[in-house]
């Protein structure tokens, strides 16, 4: 495996090869992401709360917003949303923010490039599945020789570890 020479592509020479990060690392990524993901989540149900208003006007004093038939539709919206913030990073950048952060970045697991619409999809579908079972997903990386998680194998793409930054 070879070094991701920019953003996008890896070089065609073969030096040095980078580190796939530790659980640890991956996990401190998922909290800084989850924060982000709450904000967005709280947008959201502002939102859509804000639309059910519009729509079935304001409930009386005590009683909860009713969400009548189209509650599974605001539901199915958020996990929409929760899914296109991972496609969107991960197909610009490679990277979310707790993964930049933490200095990880994705790469199809052939090309060494940014990973597809398609991977990502496939990747937001597994990933929930590999913290199943107190993350059996994730802990399979220490099965594997090349340290990769069930997700990482299931949407083909690689998770790496990215060199420090020298200070300016």
Not at 32 to 45: Q, T
Not at 48 to 77: C, D, H, M
Not at 107 to 113: G, I, R, S, T
């Amino acid at each position: 495996m070879t070094t991701p020479a920019s953003d996008h592509t890896a070089p065609t020479n073969p030096s040095p090869v980078y580190a796939t990060p530790g659980l640890p690392r991956r996990l401190a990524a998922m909290v800084y992401d989850s924060l982000l993901l709450m904000a967005v989540s709280i947008l959201y149900g502002a939102i859509a709360v804000g639309i059910n208003l519009l729509i079935n006007g304001t409930p009386a004093t005590g009683e909860r917003v009713s969400w009548g038939n189209w509650g599974i539709l605001v539901f199915i919206g958020w996990l929409l949303t929760l899914v296109l913030f991972f496609c969107y990073f991960w197909c610009k950048s490679g990277q979310t923010l707790g993964m930049k952060t933490w200095r990880m970045k994705m790469f199809d697991n052939n090309k060494m490039q940014l990973p597809s619409v398609k991977q990502c999809m496939i990747r937001c579908v597994c990933a929930p599945f590999s913290l199943l079972l107190f993350g059996a997903g994730y802990w399979l990386m220490y099965a594997f020789a090349d340290r990769q998680t069930l997700h990482d194998k299931i949407s083909n793409t690689r998770i790496l570890l990215l060199s420090k930054e020298p200070k300016h």
